[in-house]
Every structure is written in C-alpha cells, then in structure tokens.
C-alpha cells in the first residue's frame, strides 16, 4: 500500500486507487481495538493530510465544485481528531527542547511547565478518548466519502492530469518561500511549510518514475517539512505557553521557556533557508517538464517490458 503510482498503470487507476488505500489505511487503524488510540489517531491524521494532497493535485481535473466539497471534508475531519494530537505534540516539543538545550532538563523552571502540559494533555486525552460516539461518525463518514472516490472524473490518462497540480503546487512553494523570506512571521512559514508538504507528496507519488533521484528529492523535501514543522510546533508552544501563564503559572517560569524557545528557533533557520535555496531553485515550468520527460522515460521502459513478458 505504498502512497506512489504502480508500473503501467492509468492515472485515473491510481490516484483513485491511493486515496482508497489511505481511506482503508485510516479505517484499519480506526476500529482496530488493540491499536493504541493516541497512535491511531496520529496515523488516520497523517491519511487525511495525504489524501488532501492528492485531492489537490487533482483539482484541475476533478472541478472546483468535487475539489472543495473533497478537500474540505478531509480538512474538517483531521480537525476533530487534532486537539489531543495537538496538546501531545506540545509535550513532544518540550521534550525535544530540554534534549537539544544542555542542562534545560533538570531546571525547575522547565519541569514545572512541562508538568502543567503534560496535566492539561491528559485531562484532554480522557475527554476524545471517552467520545467514542465522534469517532465512530468519523469511521462512518470515511466508508462514505471512500464510495465519492470511484465518481472522481479524471478524464485525462496521461501526465497531463498531473500537470496543472504540480506546477501550481511548485509556484506556491517558491513563491511562499520567498514571502517568508521578506516577512518571517509564523504565519508564512506555516504556509509554505503546507505547501512543501504538498510537493513531498507529490514527490512520494512519482518517485517510481526514477528511484535514484527522486527518493533523494523527497527525502530532502522531508527534511525541509520536518524543520519547518519543529520551528511551527515551538511557534505553537510559544502561544499555549502566554495562555497557560494566566492559569496561576509562574511567569517567570513560562518567559524562561519561552525565552529557551526564541533562541532555538532562530538557530534553526540558515538550514531551513539553505534547503529552500535548493529545493526551488528553478522555475515551476522547467520543473515540471522535467517530471513529465521522466515519466514518459518510465512509462515507455515499462509498456516495453509488458509487451517482452507477454511473448
């Protein structure tokens, strides 16, 4: 069940065929009774944001209308699953803080924050955790939604279906980076953190094409994705923290942390800026082209070796 397009096959045939895989993906791990639940959440999360991103590659070809009825479903659902996963990812991003910063550990400005999170992330767990009505209706609403994907009119066979969606998806990318660039607020960089994924995806999707350069492409472009998520997460505990001083925390305690998280982050952006530099370092046309010369390369070699099995 990999997320990538098989050996002579329609591009109807797997796009359809890799959203209901992670339709089915996400409903295995949904009413899996010894699947751990914080897990399986974080995975039937991690679908929805696959699926979003064939959904929008695809957006040419399947209408504005199916598009925005798609890909905002998809949105809504990983949201209902997002405040536990959330308030985790904060306790992570604690965690991961006193590991890159020496001593942060045993300081007992850290610890008492990290307390507070860890009390207000269980607290929360209990409650979706209890809601087994929320995630039955989700389970329910993803056999639905798996039944739209057949009614999906991808008319084009070829490269063309893709060629709309990477390009644009390409340009974003580019262009994101280079507002964030000019104007670094959180909210810009969350922007084109979204719109790296977005070509990560795609990447993962292709890499068949031409595994030896295309695994290392998406192997950077995660890269990118990771640092740009870990920059947005401490973003994110930066915000959580100003409201959890106002519950009866130490303040001097949250600037403390707060001030550890400033000075992390800004450690963290020549590499992030460095991959940007290289990931978009050409045009979004050229790149493009050069995706579509590799899969009439790959999808030629194919069809060649069909045709010798079949003798």
């Known amino acids: ?8 096959e329609q591009i109807a045939d797997g796009m359809k065929r890799i959203v209901r895989e992670e339709i089915d993906l996400a409903l295995a791990k949904l009413t899996d009774a010894k699947e751990d639940r914080h897990q399986a959440i974080h995975e039937t999360r991690k679908c929805m944001k696959r699926i979003r991103a064939a959904v929008r590659l695809l957006r040419d070809e399947i ?4 598009y925005q009825v798609e890909n905002s479903f998809y949105r809504d659902l990983g949201r209902k699953l997002s405040a536990m996963r959330d308030s985790a990812v904060m306790v992570a991003t604690m965690d991961t803080l006193s590991k890159n910063v020496a001593g942060l550990s045993a300081d007992d400005r850290f610890t008492r924050v990290r307390k507070k999170l860890v009390s207000m992330h269980r607290a929360l767990s209990r409650k979706v955790l209890h809601e087994e009505n929320l995630l039955m209706k989700i389970v329910k609403e993803l056999k639905q939604a798996r039944k739209r994907v057949a009614k999906w009119p991808i008319r084009k066979k070829s490269f063309a279906a893709l060629r709309p969606g990477l390009k644009r998806s390409y340009r974003q990318g580019k262009k994101y980076r280079d507002i964030a660039w000019n104007e670094c607020t959180d909210e810009n960089l969350h922007e084109w953190r979204k719109r790296v994924k977005d070509l990560w995806y795609e990447t993962l999707l292709l890499q068949p094409i031409w595994p030896e ?9 995660h890269v990118l994705s990771a640092s740009l998520g870990e920059d947005h997460d401490l973003g994110e505990l930066k915000r959580l923290l100003h409201d959890v001083a106002k519950t009866g925390l130490d303040k001097k305690d949250v600037q403390f942390v707060i001030q550890t998280i400033n000075r992390k982050r800004k450690e963290r952006f020549p590499e992030i800026w460095m991959w940007g530099k290289r990931i978009y370092a050409e045009n979004s046309r050229a790149y493009v082209k050069r995706m579509e010369t590799y899969w009439e390369v790959w999808s030629r070699d194919e069809n060649r070796k069909l045709k010798q099995e079949e003798k």
């Not at 069940?1 to 002579?8: C, L, R, T």
């Not at 350069?213 to 192997?219: T, V």
Request: hydrophobic content about 40%; charged content about 15%; glycine content about 10%.
């Open 1 to 8: 069940m990999a997320y990538q397009f098989e050996p002579n």
């Open 213 to 221: 350069l295309l695994k290392p492409c998406g192997d950077s472009l």
């Open 63 to 66: 209408g504005v209308t199916i």
